[in-house]
């Protein structure tokens, strides 16, 4: 609730500066260490979108990041191909999370500013099937509904995305462009994938529909679980 209005909080985690990103716009969940160049570094909204997504700039240098990859965008970063490393993230119930993490710390909402947090400023957004701002790339088959929730990976270049209900909370092998993968969702609403040739965590983006489709135009898609 506090992330629909705010979309990104800086905070350490041990000896890690860390930024937590949300974009509601695209339901995309998305930490990353924030480094900049080698240099511990904050993050702030730009007021920028692309494809929908959230356009963020780091206060050391101005550079542009595309929320969603963590890539550099615009600025001295982009010139040197510069991409943030993305921390696992997990979207859930705080019931589900703090039966299993008890002593989790919370994001307080005594943040200074004046805004309804039982409120969520969208309207009927998550609902619906139209979008606010366009996308460069749409599903022309209409395989999900835009705002249903995936799970998006990148294999060896090759894209697939996951629908939350397709996962069920136990552990499952897929095997997609050659490659044996190994896919986790717990009861506290965890979603991890392993490359189990290699033993390498790939860190998976959570999002709309329509989000992870406006990047990855040629994604393939397990819809229900009847698609394993």
């Known amino acids: 609730r506090i992330m629909n209005w705010h979309e990104i909080v800086n905070d350490p985690f041990g000896e890690d500066n860390v930024a937590v990103t949300f974009c509601p716009l695209c339901g995309t969940a998305v930490s990353f260490k924030a480094v900049v160049n080698g240099e511990p570094a904050e993050f702030g909204v730009s007021g920028k979108l692309y494809n929908s997504d959230l356009i963020?700039?780091?206060?050391?240098?101005g550079n542009y990041w595309q929320q969603a990859s963590g890539e550099a965008i615009v600025g001295p970063a982009a010139r040197r191909d510069e991409y943030l490393d993305?921390?696992?993230t997990t979207t859930t119930t705080w019931k589900q999370w703090a039966s299993e993490y008890p002593d989790?710390?919370?994001?307080?909402?005594?943040?200074?500013y004046a805004r309804d947090y039982d409120h969520y400023p969208y309207g009927s957004y998550e609902e619906e099937e139209s979008l606010?701002?366009?996308v460069?790339?749409?599903?022309?088959?209409?395989?999900l509904h835009p705002k249903d929730v995936v799970y998006g990976i990148l294999v060896n270049g090759k894209a697939i995305a996951y629908a939350d209900e397709a996962l069920p909370v136990e552990q499952r092998a897929h095997t997609y462009n050659e490659t044996q993968l190994t896919i986790t969702k717990t009861e506290a609403?965890?979603?991890m994938?392993?490359?189990?040739?290699?033993?390498?965590?790939?860190?998976?983006?959570r999002g709309f529909w329509f989000a992870w489709v406006a990047f990855n135009p040629d994604t393939a898609l397990i819809s229900n679980a009847g698609d394993w």
Not at 56 to 61: A, G, L, N, P, S
Not at 104 to 112: E, I, K, W
Not at 193 to 205: G, Q
């Open 56 to 61: 963020m700039y780091d206060r050391i240098e």
């Open 189 to 191: 609403g965890e979603v």
């Open 86 to 88: 993305m921390l696992s």
């Open 132 to 134: 606010i701002f366009g």
């Open 104 to 112: 989790t710390l919370v994001l307080s909402r005594d943040t200074g």
């Open 193 to 205: 994938f392993l490359n189990a040739s290699t033993d390498e965590k790939i860190v998976p983006l």
């Open 136 to 143: 460069q790339n749409t599903d022309d088959e209409n395989r």
